[in-house]
């Protein structure tokens, strides 16, 4: 079956611009977490979506939002841009509920570079 | 903060048997320990999971030690294509669900 798609693969923005990227997660994967990558920083949760509802939320600022669509599909939308959200944006979709092994599935992320 | 701890890189033969190490000296009893690898420019790539008996499938085995406060990884006959970063995390329970913490990973290196 299809992997976790995410688009767009590569974008360019400027400071203030504000950013959506989307993810489709596997068919019949309800749960799609996003994570944002830098060299420095390393992988840091940013937020999880359930069956639409954020479930669990990491340590970023209001800026950072998302929602998840009824068919699971997911969008996270970046505000205010800032030289420092310049990252690789991953989305992993999950087939397992807030019991489960939460195995993850990735996609091959979003490359955010902000001028 | 990450809960886990890794060497920064290693090398390994190829053919050889990679054994990554993966401190976790603080995990509870429920934590589980997950195994993870990024090849440059791609998403991470689920490789194994554990709670506290040893376990192996396909790609690897994991070793947990039974004080469960560390844990090794073991590729057993590596390829060039192993060449990656190996992520060691545990889940912990978030908000209102679980989620992993990841840490810094280990850098695999594999020669010919």
């Known amino acids: 079956k299809a992997g976790v798609t995410q688009t767009p693969r590569y974008l360019i923005k400027t400071r203030g611009q504000q950013v959506t990227l989307s993810c489709s997660p596997i068919?019949?994967?309800?749960?799609v977490s996003w994570y944002q990558q830098t060299p420095g920083q390393g992988l840091q949760f940013l937020f999880e979506?359930?069956?639409?509802?954020?479930?669990n939320k990491g340590n970023f600022p209001g800026r950072f939002s998302g929602r998840q669509f009824s068919n699971s599909r997911s969008e996270m939308n970046v505000s205010t841009l800032e030289l420092g959200d310049s990252a690789l944006y991953l989305c992993?979709?999950?087939?397992?509920?807030?019991?489960?092994?939460?195995?993850?599935?990735f996609g091959a992320g979003s490359r955010l570079t902000v001028l | 903060d990450a809960k886990t701890t890794q060497p920064p890189s290693m090398d390994c033969a190829e053919g050889r048997a990679a054994n990554l190490p993966c401190n976790h000296s603080?995990?509870?009893?429920?934590?589980?320990v997950y195994w993870y690898r990024q090849i440059h420019s791609q998403g991470p790539q689920y490789i194994i999971h554990?709670?506290?008996?040893?376990e192996t499938n396909e790609m690897a085995s994991l070793i947990i030690t039974e004080d469960r406060k560390s844990s090794t990884l073991i590729l057993p006959h590596a390829t060039l294509r192993d060449t990656a970063v190996y992520y060691c995390?545990?889940?912990?329970?978030?908000?209102?669900?679980?989620?992993?913490?990841w840490g810094a990973g280990t850098k695999l290196i594999i020669k010919p």
């Open positions: 992993a979709s999950s087939d397992q509920g807030a019991a489960g092994a939460n195995v993850l599935t």
């Open positions: 068919s019949g994967h309800r749960s």
């Open positions: 979506y359930f069956s639409e509802t954020q479930r």
């Open positions: 603080t995990i509870s009893g429920n934590e589980y």
């Open positions: 554990g709670l506290k008996n040893n």
């Open positions: 995390i545990v889940r912990v329970l978030g908000d209102s669900n679980y989620q992993l913490i």
